[in-house]
């Protein structure tokens, strides 16, 4: 029998954040005083993304606006995410998962699977494994996690979303789901989004003992196929298995942002573009890949969204290209009257760095090489020193690197499930 681990760390941002600080000389762990993580305060859109334990027990909640949690706590002290700081942390610990494990599947920024499918021999003691696992991580990285144990990656998922922080949790045999998992609501179980929710509570299914009450053949009634889905895994069945991020077909990575003010000129507009296109160049070298498309969308004030994309007949990865494309499909979708919120850009038909190209006779159409050899040389300084050690002027000037660097509105799409 396989054996599935899935570690958690426990409020990611805010305990990678709060290590990050006591690293660099801050002598208080925002963990233990009223704290957030959070989007800027001036903005519009400013919401908590993480909270300490202190901040949740004044009323705190994560989504609420930061200016309804600073009502609830005067003291509350916001800082701005930085994802920067939580790719690297999350990088450090799979880096000591994959230590103890050849299968580790990132599954979020603060999510892994382990599989330990095959290595039946090599551990006698898997519980103990976990707790090693954990006081590993702790103790060099500075961070809790909880550890789900399970036969499957669905059940070990649950388990390792039960009592926290810094726990091993198991779901090993039918009469654990049955104590363990059965009486939890309806919104601890994988695949059970709001809206599927709410149909089912019209019902009176408020946990997940009464999916399995009501069986598979209403559960169909009422949800199609997917009813009956939800079914099996409320009864620990699922055959999903652990995937290679390496072999992973990675769509189109993008970035996005909506501005905390109006746009209405093209000088604003540039310097957006350029940044969405700085985050998208570095995740597309990373992955030592190239574009053969280019897309951008802009949304006005009134919430009417559209879009334009660009074929290219050869490959890039250079910011500059990337930039060049974006403001070129900008000029022509934008009527220079209607005030701008949100922009974003994506580029897509992803190919390896490594595909052949032909070039272009015409110089003006060639990719700009040279720019990304030098962008390569500046992403090994963003990792080493962090992403403001060196930045556009005209970014810097504009204020735009601090509503988009790292921005959660950027993404990468694999399929249909964003991914590390």
């Keep these: 029998m396989s054996i599935y681990f899935l570690v958690d760390i426990n409020n990611a941002y805010l305990s990678m954040h709060a290590v990050y600080l006591l690293q660099h000389g801050h002598n208080i762990d925002i963990r233990k005083i009223p704290a957030v993580i959070g989007g800027q305060e001036s903005s519009r859109h400013g919401i908590v993304l993480a909270k300490s334990d202190i901040s949740k027990q004044l009323g705190v909640k994560t989504g609420m606006t930061l200016w309804e949690a600073r009502n609830l706590c005067p003291d509350l002290i916001c800082i701005p995410p930085r994802y920067d700081i939580y790719i690297k942390s999350s990088r450090a610990m799979n880096d000591i998962l994959k230590s103890y494990c ?9 999510e892994s699977f382990l599989s330990f499918e095959g290595h039946g021999l090599l551990y006698n003691d898997y519980i103990e494994l976990a707790h090693k696992i954990k006081e590993h991580i702790f103790d060099e990285l500075g961070f809790s996690v909880n550890i789900g144990i399970s036969y499957n990656k669905l059940l070990a ?13 198991t779901l090993l045999d039918e009469e654990e789901i049955k104590r363990k998992m059965f009486p939890l609501d309806i919104r601890e179980l994988h695949g059970i989004g709001a809206s599927t929710e709410k149909k089912l509570r019209r019902y009176g299914i408020n946990k997940i003992q009464d999916i399995v009450n009501y069986g598979p053949e209403f559960m169909r009634d009422i949800l199609n196929s997917y009813g009956v889905k939800l079914y099996n895994y409320c009864l620990g069945i699922d055959h999903s298995i652990i995937n290679d991020p390496k072999h992973k077909k990675i769509e189109s990575i993008g970035n996005s942002s909506t501005s905390r003010f109006d746009i209405t000129n093209y000088r604003d507009a540039y310097n957006l573009i350029t940044s969405l296109s700085e985050t998208i160049g570095a995740r597309l070298r990373n992955r030592n890949m190239r574009a053969f498309l280019v897309s951008l969308s802009i949304k ?4 009417k969204v559209i879009r334009k994309q660009i074929k290219l007949n050869l490959s890039i990865a250079s910011t500059s290209d990337i930039v060049k494309y974006a403001r070129k499909l900008f000029n022509e979708l934008w009527d220079n ?4 919120r949100h922009i974003e850009v994506r580029v897509a038909q992803l190919v390896p760095q490594d ?8 110089e003006e159409d060639s990719p700009d090489d040279k720019g990304e050899i030098i962008d390569k040389v500046i992403d ?3 990792d080493r020193f962090g992403s403001k050690c060196i930045m556009r002027a005209n970014i810097l000037d504009s204020g735009f690197h601090s509503m988009t660097g790292g921005n959660p509105g950027g993404s990468e799409v694999p399929n249909m499930r964003s991914e590390l």
């Design 102 to 110: 050849a299968h580790v599947e990132p599954y979020s920024i603060d």
């Design 157 to 169: 998922k649950v388990s390792s979303g039960f009592k926290k922080p810094n726990m091993v949790h």
């Design 300 to 303: 006005d004030s009134d919430f």
């Design 337 to 340: 009257k209607s005030p701008i």
């Design 355 to 362: 595909t052949p190209r032909q070039m272009l006779l015409l």
């Design 380 to 382: 090994e300084l963003r």
